[in-house]
């Protein structure tokens, strides 16, 4: 990882269906993200948060792209942020923010890296498209834009398409599936870590796959961790908890076995929801989690 840390703040929440994660970047710069990774040695610039356009009308529960256009003007500005602070020498550390986000993330740092792995902590799969979706919501579609499934304006932001490669991306700790995004996870065989094989495999040996599959062939490996991943015991506040995730100290297996790995070129933390946080609680884990990925260690 480069010593040099461009965090980048995206306080989007027109993806999800509960207000608040908006609020997330603050929360998680409260809760000292800046402070723990300077301890760690690392140079870290904070750039502030991108301005995101909240148009003041309510789109219908039929409407299948909710937000659309305020998400890709968003999207579009986050590729060009992403995209010059990459070319500045920076690692990327982008904060949400719901995970509609990684739109734009993945446009910006895709531009850098022509097969780039994807790693998707997630109790989602976020690949949901406006046939399959049950609820409209752009933030369970992102992984799937990327792959160059779904809107076509929303597939081409930074004006390419697709982002990344199916074999190249494995989803972590999910356990809440669309029928849609079953089909497609077995159409295009994207390796998927249920919480069922964490359960009987356990961590490690689900993290050394993960690592096999987008270290191979690839030129860097984008972390996408969205705090739902975790068990709500650990993060409550997130805006679509699902019982029975990721334990903490699993989830800090994870990121240091990442960090040994030193394939990680970029991050982006999301979904965390202040209003439904408990004492930002949520915030802490996340910022936590930042220390292991970054190379924190005990001894």
């Known amino acids: 990882m480069s010593k040099r840390i461009a965090l980048i703040g995206v306080p989007m929440d027109l993806g999800a269906d509960r207000r608040g994660v908006d609020m997330g970047p603050a929360a998680i710069r409260y809760a000292g993200l800046t402070r723990r990774l300077e301890a760690l040695g690392y140079q870290v610039e904070d750039f502030g948060d991108l301005p995101v356009h909240h148009e003041p009308k309510i789109p219908s529960p039929e409407e299948k792209l909710k937000y659309k256009d305020e998400i890709l003007s968003a999207a579009e500005d986050l590729a060009s942020r ?44 976020d690949l949901n498209t406006a046939e399959t979706t049950p609820s409209g919501n752009i933030h369970g579609m992102p992984l799937a834009l990327a792959l160059g499934i779904g809107d076509e304006r929303l597939t081409n932001v930074g004006g390419y398409s697709p ?58 490996v984008h972390l996408s961790l969205d705090l739902d991943g975790i068990d709500p015991l650990y993060a409550p506040g997130v805006g679509t908890p699902v019982v029975g995730g990721i334990t903490y100290r699993e989830s800090h297996l994870a990121m240091e076995m990442l960090a040994e790995s030193g394939l990680v070129t970029s991050v982006e933390f999301v979904e965390v929801n202040p209003i439904l946080d408990v004492e930002n609680k949520t915030a802490k884990v996340a910022v936590a989690l930042a220390g292991s990925l970054f190379g924190e260690k005990l001894l």
Do not use: Q
């Open 163 to 220: 982002k990344v490669s199916p074999e190249n991306v494995v989803i972590i700790g999910a356990r809440d599936l669309d029928p849609g995004e079953k089909e497609l996870i077995h159409r295009l065989k994207i390796r998927v870590f249920t919480m069922h094989e964490i359960d009987r495999m356990g961590m490690t040996y689900c993290m050394e796959e993960a690592l096999k599959i987008v270290g191979k062939d690839t030129d860097g």
């Open 82 to 125: 992403v995209d010059g602070k990459i070319r500045d020498g920076y690692f990327p550390l982008i904060i949400g923010g719901d995970h509609s986000i990684s739109i734009g993330s993945l446009a910006g740092i895709a531009l850098h890296k022509k097969r780039l792995g994807v790693i998707w902590f997630d109790a989602h799969g």
